[in-house]
């Protein structure tokens, strides 16, 4: 294998070892919190807590509306009891009777209101529990995936830097040397030929340096400086 085609198939390894890295780079970046299950889960909180509070709000109202039962049904049997007899008392006893009627019944009226939210919250909490084990699955799933893809990318990186290894024990370490330093400044260090023309640059090369990379002589095009690669 002449030099040139050592460092081209070197140099073939380099940038899937690159594209390679890119990718598991990309991959772990997704690894992770996800926004949308946090964001769930605070709503979730707040709802919970909306709940909690308006279920505290009905039991105290539902109590309010035994307190003044229990005080509405001593004044009507103490109202029809026939105990009280003047005229002024009763009066009053029966003032008192229709005030009690009255708070109950805006009481009862608060506590339909309060039970309306309470029904509410009630589903807004199950929408959002639902929403967020589908977020959590849904985010389990890739996390899953995107593990999975990590150990890949892993496993193939080892192979392909192994490859490289061996493959660069192989190559003359001066020839190896002046492909790094190209590699460093132009990124793609061997170009390859096709119809006399430099895939690195697109220029049409001159026969004699066409001869002279035919033959197996390390080669730079004489434009943009890259390693002569003819397949
Ligand atoms: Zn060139």
Same mark, same amino acid.
């Given at each position: 294998?002449? #030099? ?5 198939? =070197?140099?073939?390894?380099? +940038? ?7 990718? %598991?780079? $990309? ?5 992770? !919190? ?9 709503? =979730? ?6 709940? *909690? ?10 109590? *309010? ?13 103490? =109202? ?23 708070? @109950?019944?805006? %009481? ?7 039970? !309306? @939210? ?16 589908? +977020? ?6 890739? $996390?899953?995936?995107?593990?999975? *893809? ?8 080892? !192979?392909?830097?192994? @490859?490289?290894? @061996? ?26 030929? *096709? ?23 390390? #080669? ?12």
């Amino acid at each position: 294998m002449s #030099v040139a085609k050592q460092l081209y198939r =070197l140099q073939e390894i380099d +940038l899937e070892i690159e594209s390679g890295e890119r990718a %598991l780079e $990309q991959v772990t970046s997704q690894l992770g !919190d996800s926004q949308a299950v946090i964001k769930t889960q605070k709503q =979730l909180e707040l709802e919970q807590k909306r709940l *909690e509070e308006l279920s505290r709000q009905q039991h105290s109202a539902e109590w *309010e509306i035994d307190d003044v039962t229990t005080k509405l049904v001593a004044a009507e049997e103490q =109202l029809f009891s026939g105990r009280v007899k003047i005229p002024k008392e009763l009066t009053n006893l029966q003032h008192e009777v229709e005030a009690f009627k009255a708070r @109950r019944n805006q %009481l009862e009226e608060q506590a339909l209101e309060i039970i !309306d @939210r309470v029904e509410q919250s009630e589903a807004s909490v199950a929408k959002i529990n639902s929403e967020l084990k589908k +977020l959590t699955a849904d985010w389990e799933r890739q $996390q899953k995936q995107l593990t999975d *893809e990590v150990e890949k990318l892993k496993t193939t990186l080892a !192979d392909l830097r192994d @490859r490289r290894q @061996r493959l660069a024990g192989e190559i003359d370490p001066s020839a190896l040397e002046f492909y790094q330093s190209l590699r460093k400044g132009k990124g793609i260090a061997v170009a390859r030929v *096709e119809q006399g023309i430099c895939r690195g640059c697109r220029i049409s090369l001159p026969t004699t340096d066409l001869q002279q990379a035919r033959s197996g002589n390390l #080669v730079q095009c004489s434009s943009c400086g890259r390693i002569l690669f003819l397949p």
